[in-house]
């Protein structure tokens, strides 16, 4: 079977130094917010380009505690409004209603399945405060007229990086595209811990000040709290594996980017709908999403030939029972991405072997004409 994700196999890749790295924490006696933490900090902020980097507990944290924070500043206030793309993960959307903001859903452009600048604009209100961007599957958002829309307004960006580590929008990363982003470590993204992590990047120095203080039950010394805070720290055994993992993410990219070429230059089959990409930087590969009216019937088969499969994601946030009041609504550009949608494998630690056997069995899965995807309108 080949697997969807082969963390064993991809863990393996960076011994010794990870078995050293853990190891040198362990003596240490030290375990949170100690020199770990402080070197990884460091480390990726000078990699996405930003002053500030604040380790969190993971990426749901970091997306929460940023929306927490601009609240305590002042910039918003509860019930104000945040514009997400509607078939993102449904994190996005949780860090928005936990901090009592409105999340306003926008449908994504059916070619690049991100946020569609072009329907951002008809819903800015007046209590429209923030557009929260998401890389989705690690390709870069079209960043160029959310900025104009952000200025004109004056809003924040927030980036939700949890899927595009290292992803550019020309000479700039991710993480530094904004006012503030959020990142997951979770275990399989492209830079994974080997559990929970996060991370939130800034330039903004008020912003950074409050949020880690906040994420440390609201203090600036210890039992001096001048904030309702939370518990939301990266330990220390984390930032050293990450430490120890970062200076090989390009590399680890370039490797994902090679086996996505291999896929969209020879998977030929015309029921399959793949992604399309101008710029190669603009794209990390986090995900690699095929589109098939065929879906159930490509995972089934695809699972009979050893192939493992996963679906990013089987249902939209505004059919999830966790919103009722949303279940009336329609975006039928991201119901029918969520019914469409396949993330066939793809990993640093795929082997040739393997890649060949995927791109065969998806030649050679035959089924009726589909329907084709509806194109972007003028508007």
Known sequence: MIKYLELKKITDRYEPELSLAVQRVVNSGWYLLGEEVRNFESQFAEYCGTRYCIGVANGLDALSLIFRTYLEMGVMEEGDEVIVPANTYIASILAI??????????????????????????????????????HLYGRVCEMDPIRVLADTYQLRIVEDCAQ????????????????????????????????????????????????????????????????????????EMQAAILSCKLPCLEQENSIRRKIAQRYRSEVRNTLLRLPAVVKEESHVWHVFPILTPYRDLLQTYLKDRGIETLIHYPIPPHKQAAYPEWSHLSFPITELIHRQILSIPLHPALTDAEIDKIIAALNHFTKDIPEALPQKQER
């Open 164 to 235: 595009s580590h290292g992803v550019r929008a020309g000479e700039k990363r991710c993480g530094s595209l904004g006012d503030a982003a959020g990142f997951s470590f979770y275990p399989g993204k492209n830079l994974g811990a080997l559990g929970d992590g996060g991370a939130v990047t800034t330039s903004d120095e008020e912003l950074a000040t409050m949020l880690r203080q906040i994420a440390n039950y609201g203090t600036s010394r210890k039992y001096i709290n001048t904030y309702k805070g939370r518990n939301s720290r990266l330990d």
């Open 97 to 134: 209603s936990e901090n009592r903001l409105t999340p306003v859903l926008v449908e994504p452009d059916p070619e690049t399945l991100n946020i569609d600048p072009d329907r951002i604009e008809e819903v800015i209100t007046p209590r429209t405060k923030a557009i929260l961007v998401v």
